[in-house]
């Protein structure tokens, strides 16, 4: 790689490392250390072939997420962790906040499959269509709509108290009171 390119990577990695970043952390469920290495390795392969990169910002997050697809499948056992005492029971954290809706959200994401955040955050963060999911994971969109819906719902059940936020539900109006008709 000669200067010019080596400081357009540098610029590069300075200027969208942190956005970068938080996607990584999504994907890893939270943990911020699987977060750096998933972006370390990714930002590995993209120097590599940086001449000849045309858009590095999705060609990293393209890396990002097959790495991520590579973890989930080779199906490590996940790390129990321990607590010193247990939680109380019957005690919703307060979500007022944002920060406390940001740890609430990555808790419940963490304790998904790998699959089913990935969808989730490609979707919701990403704002990616179902295709462009679909393409991404070599699914069909099929499965990237079954995997949505049923990640969903397990959020929901591992956060009820995130049900507050997000978009409501549409009413249906039953008034069937009588209309006045013109000709």
């Not at 942190?18 to 392969?45: C, F, I, M, P, Y």
């Not at 060609?59 to 080779?74: E, F, G, K, N, P």
């Not at 790390?79 to 919703?92: C, D, L, Q, S």
Request: net charge positive; hydrophobic share 40%; proline share 5%.
């Amino acid at each position: 790689m000669d200067a010019e390119a080596q400081e357009s990577f540098r610029e590069f990695v300075a200027g969208r490392s942190t956005a970068l970043l938080r996607t990584a952390v999504l994907l890893s469920g939270g943990d911020r250390h699987a977060a750096e290495d998933l972006l370390q390795n990714a930002l590995v392969k993209a120097a590599g072939r940086w001449q000849r990169i045309d858009e590095p910002e999705a060609y990293v997050r393209q890396i990002l997420y097959r790495q991520q697809i590579s973890r989930w499948r080779l199906k490590w056992r996940r790390r129990e962790v321990t607590v010193a005492e247990p939680p109380e029971a019957g005690h919703a954290p307060d979500v007022s906040g944002a920060a406390e809706l940001r740890l609430v959200l990555r808790t419940a994401l963490s304790r998904l499959t790998a699959r089913q955040r990935t969808v989730l955050v490609l979707r919701y963060f990403e704002d990616l269509p179902e295709a462009e999911v679909a393409r991404i994971l070599g699914c069909s969109v099929g499965t990237v709509r079954s995997t949505t819906h049923r990640s969903l719902a397990r959020l929901r059940q591992l956060a009820p108290e995130l049900a507050g936020f997000g978009p409501r539900p549409r009413q249906r109006s039953h008034d069937f009171s009588p209309v006045e008709v013109r000709p």
